[in-house]
């Protein structure tokens, strides 16, 4: 008995992925398990099996999110909260400040992406929401007495934002199928809707503060940062880096999972760099066109994300009412980022989900560039571009869906996380004093790249439609048994492996 339990506890600690075989850890496991030889589950145990997972994964990943969106939002209604006064922000100041997190984010991506494979994911995950806070929120004061420049807590805040969107999309296609991932993608997603209306809710709260010496804003702040604190310690200690190293799940529970999965034919886990896995990422078209469609998407995600309160209250209102008036745009992040999970789940075509979402991006770009009389036709227009919010799930499932090979995967989720960030420079810098107080040219910026996003999704889902034309033509390979499933742990990219299939 005691020797049985020491076998579990190795295995569950990692010590099979000493094998020589280029295999994923996954397969070690199931290989050394008891339970390797039975039956693959019924759909019921299966689905029981789905929601022990979800009930503990999901909730910590959607308080990750939901707190990583609210500190990073918070420099929005920070703005219309006397920050600009306090710190004596002049000119495109605040768009500089803005503009420098996503740019120490862009840079701290390209590290990241190798660290991502040789390090425990879920540990990494708590660690950089921790030191996300202590870089920013908790030494932001220090910052100020020392008169650093206003941006540079926002590069510490954008160096440690860096792992935590990678982190997520790759532990989340761990433990479902493709078609199963996408819904839960979405429901952690839906954190950055709850992020907005709680970050008005907050900023209205504070804003009610009257202290000379130490502003609403700054105390928004500070709390944001210790919430923020605790959901890191929750990661460290009750995420698990892998399905492998799940205490809450048995033996046998862990290994009916990982064959499920195997269809995915993307892997869990494998340390080996390989080179030529890099080299690939350099000539995969699928991979470009994702970088482009997710820098489009994204130039609209960070005029709403830094500037809608800002524009909200240019149309007349009090910096509360600001506050609480841009909270409908969360409850539109939430609804379109779930409907588009459900939606993939139940019928694929990511591709015309990412378009319709596109869709309310155009419309509100343009109630926002041509209704300048009407204020309540601008207000309608901030909001339902808060749609295109579902895009970038879509992208993020897409990518750890159609690329495998681990090594490739890691970079590739870093690169499309790094591609949402040169969106999101380029957006806050359509918005230049000299324009205000309409800023007419990035609502017009925001129509032409919601356009050009739906042109792109539909290339994308014609480049894939055509690359599983070249696969299904191609010889077919050794049919997958229970006898030979390795094959489905083998650590091969996409493009290597002929039974690979993309979807779309």
């Known amino acids: 008995m005691t020797e049985s339990k020491a076998d579990e506890n190795s295995k569950r600690n990692g010590s099979y992925s000493t094998r020589g075989r280029d295999l994923d850890q996954a397969y070690w496991y199931v290989q050394e398990s008891r339970s390797h ?29 939901t707190m990583q969106f609210i500190d990073k939002v918070a420099l929005n209604y920070a ?102 991932a996408a819904p839960r993608f979405s429901v952690w997603y839906s954190g950055l809707g709850l992020g907005q209306i709680l970050g008005g809710i907050v900023s209205f709260a504070f804003q009610q503060v009257k202290n000379p010496f130490f502003s609403g804003w700054k105390i928004m702040f500070v709390v944001l940062g210790l919430v923020t604190v605790i959901i890191g310690f929750i990661t460290f200690f009750f995420l698990p880096d892998t399905p492998m190293k799940a205490h809450f799940l048995s033996e046998s529970e862990i290994v009916v999972l990982l064959k499920h999965v195997a269809v995915n034919q993307t892997g869990i886990v494998n340390k080996r760099v390989k080179p030529r896995q890099i080299l690939e990422i350099l000539f995969d078209v699928q991979l470009w066109l994702m970088v482009v469609l997710t820098i489009l998407i994204s130039i609209s995600s960070g005029v709403v994300t830094t500037y809608s309160a800002t524009l909200i209250r240019n149309f007349g209102f009090t910096p509360p009412d600001a506050a609480l008036l841009n909270m409908p745009s969360g409850i539109v992040s939430i609804l379109s980022t779930l ?37 309540g036709a601008q207000l309608a227009g901030i909001y339902l571009v808060n749609a295109i919010t579902a895009t970038l799930i879509i992208i993020y499932q897409w990518t750890s869906s159609n690329v495998a090979g681990h090594t490739k995967r890691v970079i590739a989720v870093s690169l499309v996380a790094g591609s949402f960030s040169v969106g999101n420079i380029i957006g806050p810098q359509t918005f230049q004093a000299r324009d205000a ?68």
Not at 51 to 58: G, L, M, P, Q
Not at 93 to 107: G, H, K, R, V
Request: proline residues 4%; positive net charge; hydrophobic residues 50%.
């Open 437 to 504: 107080p309409d800023y007419i040219p990035a609502k017009i910026t925001v129509l032409a790249t919601q356009a050009a996003a739906a042109l792109m999704a539909f290339l994308t889902f014609v480049y894939y439609v055509l690359a599983n034309k070249r696969k299904d033509a191609a010889p077919v390979e050794v049919e997958v048994t229970d006898q030979n499933r390795e094959h489905l742990w083998e650590d091969r990219t996409d493009k290597e492996n002929k039974s690979f299939r993309y979807v779309y």
């Open 339 to 375: 409907i588009v999970g459900y939606g993939v789940r139940h019928t694929s075509n990511r591709w015309a989900w990412l378009i319709a979402c596109c869709v309310p991006g155009i419309l509100g770009g343009a109630l926002m560039s041509f209704a300048t009389s009407n204020r």
């Open 37 to 65: 030889n039975e039956d693959r589950a019924s759909a019921g145990e299966l689905k029981a099996l789905r929601r022990k997972v979800d009930w503990r994964i999901v909730p910590i990943m959607f308080c990750c999110y």
């Open 79 to 180: 703005a219309v909260m006397g920050l600009n006064r306090d710190l004596r922000l002049k000119g495109n100041e605040f768009t500089n400040a803005a503009t420098w997190f996503f740019i120490s984010l862009l840079i701290a991506e390209v590290p990241n992406a190798m660290i991502l494979q040789k390090v425990p994911v879920a540990k990494w995950l708590g660690v950089f929401v921790l030191t996300y806070v202590l870089g920013f929120h908790l030494v932001g004061e220090l910052l100020q007495l020392v008169r650093l420049p206003p941006m540079a807590a926002r590069i510490f805040l954008g160096i440690f934002e860096a792992a935590i969107a990678p982190s997520l999309m790759l532990i989340s296609s761990q433990w479902y199928t493709k078609s199963e």
